[in-house]
């Protein structure tokens, strides 16, 4: 099989890789570029764990071909933090205990993330309907649900609103 030639931009930067037709996203992550905070979790779109911003939407990178990525702009869980500093989702996560085992977690940041791109006042019901395809099994949601809203504040007065 022949390899694709793919240039995208990941994180910022501009990335090219090598890829074969039928190779996922989140395979291209993990193996050819060493990414590998986005997980696998399930392989079919259902758990969120493999949550990236491809172009602004969030995406299950296990559904979306490493070829597609062809001139997009990516962010994955590595891409959030402000270089050094925490972005205010990941502070308030930790601050809120809003993960346990971790696994789930890199999806639930990537999601709130791009939620919080679009507003930064969203409710507690469009905060649930955003983060409603990542599935978490250690937590309740409560405290991620919290931990969303609390960044969301921050970033407010970040913005002076």
Request: net charge negative.
């Amino acid at each position: 099989m022949s390899k694709h030639h793919v240039t995208t931009t990941i994180n910022g930067e501009p990335a090219e890789y090598l890829c074969e037709a039928q190779q996922t996203m989140l395979d291209v992550l993990r193996d050819e570029l060493g990414l590998t905070g986005s997980k696998e979790g399930c392989s079919s779109g259902d758990c969120g764990a493999c949550t990236i911003i491809c172009d602004g939407n969030i995406v299950c990178s296990c559904l979306m071909l490493g070829v597609e990525a062809e001139g997009r702009d990516i962010t994955t869980i590595e891409g959030i933090a402000r270089g050094d500093e925490l972005h205010p989702v990941q502070q308030k996560f930790l601050e809120h205990a809003a993960l346990q085992c971790g696994f789930c977690t890199p999806g639930l940041i990537v999601a709130a993330k791009a939620l919080l791109d679009t507003t930064l006042n969203p409710t507690e019901e469009e905060a649930r309907y955003w983060l409603a395809g990542n599935l978490c099994r250690c937590t309740g949601y409560d405290k991620i649900l919290r931990a969303v809203m609390d960044a969301a504040s921050v970033m407010r007065a970040e913005a002076g609103r």
